[in-house]
């Protein structure tokens, strides 16, 4: 369920939201993203992000160590897409992205070159890890209607 709930979180900025910040002028959309990375950081989202991939890592190894069960191949496929492609994409990408545009003055005659580039490569990744999460969602699916049968 986490997979599925972040592939809806990171789908809906993909769908519309940094669609409607890029139709803002530079300023806004960047004053806007920034409080909305601020508004990200609460223990209710941290526990489903986290939770979530730590949850899909603990499931990979079980697949690992129980390989021979039904569904483990999917366990494993899940656990590791959600994992490398939401979590350490997020990590890698997105959060150092979210810092640097933290530290930008939206008034700055540099926003809008700083918010083109933004906008551009955080919206990319994020294209990235709502497919992974989704694919995630779709593994661990499996794994359960194979465990299930």
Known sequence: MGCGLMAGVF????AFVMRGLAQLPP???????????RAAINPLFLALFLGTAVACFLLAISALLQW??????FLLVGGLLYFSGAFLVTAVFNVPMNNALATVD?????AARHWSGY???????????????????????????????
Not at 11 to 14: E, G, H, L, R, V
Not at 68 to 73: F, K, N, T
Not at 106 to 110: E, K
């Open 11 to 14: 789908f809906a900025f993909s």
């Open 27 to 37: 300023s806004q959309g960047l004053s806007a993203m920034q409080a909305l990375n």
């Open 68 to 73: 021979q069960r039904p569904g483990a191949v």
């Open 106 to 110: 939206p008034a700055s005659t540099d």
């Open 119 to 149: 906008l551009r490569n955080w919206t990319a990744w994020n294209h990235v890890r709502t497919a992974t999460a989704l694919l995630a969602t779709v593994a661990l699916t499996f794994a359960l209607l194979q465990a299930r049968a």
